[in-house]
């Protein structure tokens, strides 16, 4: 184990509830009905696909212009409601596991679809952490696309195998495993059920166990 790639929003902080108001109040908007089973289907997925999503459900054929107001719109929503978040919703345990990764010198790579990470790992203090950051302006395939997972490993030096990723989306785990690389769920084991492995949150983990769990002990 060599290096840990961490998704954002639902693993290291809680935004993925922000994602959802934001998307359901543009859904509701268009007319149509968004569920947290929706949402769940959206995790993971980039700011364009996930309205491709939404205008689906709706039957809505849209002009390149109204999908840019309309993606500007849930994201101006989505940044007013990140705004107000204080530090603290990091997730727990989320700063004490990357400190103790990195007193064990494992590399940390980001690995996340949003074009706000940095302004997400900024605002709850974690950036200092990452040895790299992959995000949504550097990637041009969604998950479940292996593409962000496997730019995050080159940019650390690592293969896919000496990686674990982290990631509580379904199109996420699809990425890591196909990507090659051992992968945690965080989330529930019911619907997680292309992880390797299922935590309900970071809150348990520490580097020892990590270790075993990557050398199937
Ligand atoms: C993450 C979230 C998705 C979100 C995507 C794009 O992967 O899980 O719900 O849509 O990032 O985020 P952005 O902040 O660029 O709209
Ligand atoms: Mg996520």
């Known amino acids: 184990m060599k290096a840990c790639i961490f998704d954002l929003d639902g693993v290291l902080v809680d935004t993925a509830k922000y994602h959802f108001i934001a998307w359901k109040r543009l859904a509701n908007e268009l007319g149509v009905d968004f569920t947290e089973h929706d949402n769940e289907q959206l995790k993971g997925l980039s700011r364009d696909a996930s309205l491709d999503y939404i205008l689906v459900k709706a039957s809505i054929i849209a002009t390149t212009s109204e999908r840019e107001v309309w993606k500007e719109r849930k994201n101006n929503w989505y940044l007013d409601l990140v705004n ?16 103790e990764l990195k007193k064990h010198n494992i590399k940390i790579a980001l690995g996340s679809a949003s074009k706000n990470a940095k302004l997400i790992l900024d605002r709850v203090n974690i950036t200092q952490y990452f ?9 041009s395939k969604s998950k479940p ?3 962000v997972f496997l730019l995050g490993a ?5 293969q896919p195998e000496e990686c674990i990723v982290f990631e509580d989306a379904i199109s996420g785990l699809k990425a890591a495993k196909s990507g090659g690389f051992f992968a945690i769920g965080i989330g529930e084991e019911e619907v997680l059920t292309e992880a390797d492995i299922v935590f309900p949150n970071l809150l348990t983990l520490n580097y020892e166990q990590l270790l075993k769990i990557f050398r199937g002990e």
């Open 145 to 147: 696309d292996p593409e």
């Open 84 to 99: 107000q978040m204080p530090e603290d919703e990091v997730l727990p345990n989320c700063k004490e596991l990357l400190a």
């Open 131 to 139: 040895d790299a950051i992959i995000d949504g302006s550097k990637t």
């Open 154 to 158: 080159k940019e650390i030096a690592c």
